[in-house]
């Protein structure tokens, strides 16, 4: 899928790559502050049920991902899989790449 993108479309990615993480990252805050602040269950239930969320949000490609000689339309998809970006994001992108991001986002659905 290497050919699925331009070198315009790998730097504007690189350029965008941290504004979605760091966007995803703050609705993921967001988010541990409703379940800490929440009157159900016991605290330490939240507190453990929030250790959890992060383990397992940690994985996300909009909190961590290596982009060292990785497939960007398979990082994007997955990017849009786990809603850290929309199809409004791929704005700017050659339409090559945004075909094939979407062509494997839609076939996954």
Do not use: H
Request: hydrophobic share 35%.
């Amino acid at each position: 899928m290497k050919d699925d993108y331009t070198k315009s479309d790998r730097k504007l990615f690189l350029e965008r790559l941290p504004k979605w993480q760091e966007a995803y990252m703050d609705r993921l805050n967001r988010e541990y502050i409703e379940l800490l602040s929440s009157e159900a269950g016991n605290p330490s239930d939240r507190f453990w049920g929030l250790i959890d969320r992060i383990k397992e949000d940690r994985k996300n490609p909009g909190v961590r991902c290596k982009v060292d000689r990785v497939d960007l339309v398979f990082l994007m998809r997955d990017l849009m899989y786990n809603k850290v970006i929309t199809a409004d994001d791929l704005e700017g992108f050659s339409e090559k790449f945004k075909e094939a991001i979407l062509r494997d986002v839609f076939e996954e659905a």
